[in-house]
């Protein structure tokens, strides 16, 4: 059986509060993160995209829509791209707890995602993965070690993310939720392991 279990982003696109944002490109920015989101709400991710896209050119420096940008990435399962959009999310607010949580189900995904034999490229398309499907079942064949391994290093890096979170948003409502995501991504890197179960440190 495939595995099912996708995780849910729980944080939404935010409002972007703009103060050290020269004015010329404020409201600008503003429109364009407003735009992006209404069309989200609409389902309309590509176009969702292409404004967060060109807010970015209009100020890079304005963390939330890096933020955003990255949330779409991940409904669209683009985790690559997410994740570099996470990535400039922290290096401009290293403080900023949701970046941290993202990107943990990024990471979480591309597990998901190796499990389910959907490897996916940058763009989020399904790389041809015909070798890891059989033909006369549509089944998902035996995982190799290679594979295991790098779902066992996805797994791990998204449990760092999720422990990140929880260190910054210490007493945030959502707190057992997350604890319970890495309890189950812990039971999970024995499961995938290839090393002995002893061997296989908690995180």
Known sequence: YFYMQKTLLIIGILVVTLFSTACVNKFAVQE????????????RVDDAIARLESSIDLDERVFETHYNLAVVYI?????DKAI????KTIELNPDFADAYYSMGVAYEDKAVDIINGEVKDEDGNVKEADENVDEDTETKKELTDAEKTQICDYMTTAIDYYNKYLSKESNSDDKDKVNEKIESLNKDLVKYSVETPSDVKVR
């Open 75 to 79: 409904q669209a399962k683009k985790y």
């Open 32 to 43: 364009l993160n407003n735009n992006a989101k209404a069309m989200m709400a609409e389902g």
């Open 84 to 87: 570099k959009s996470l990535e």
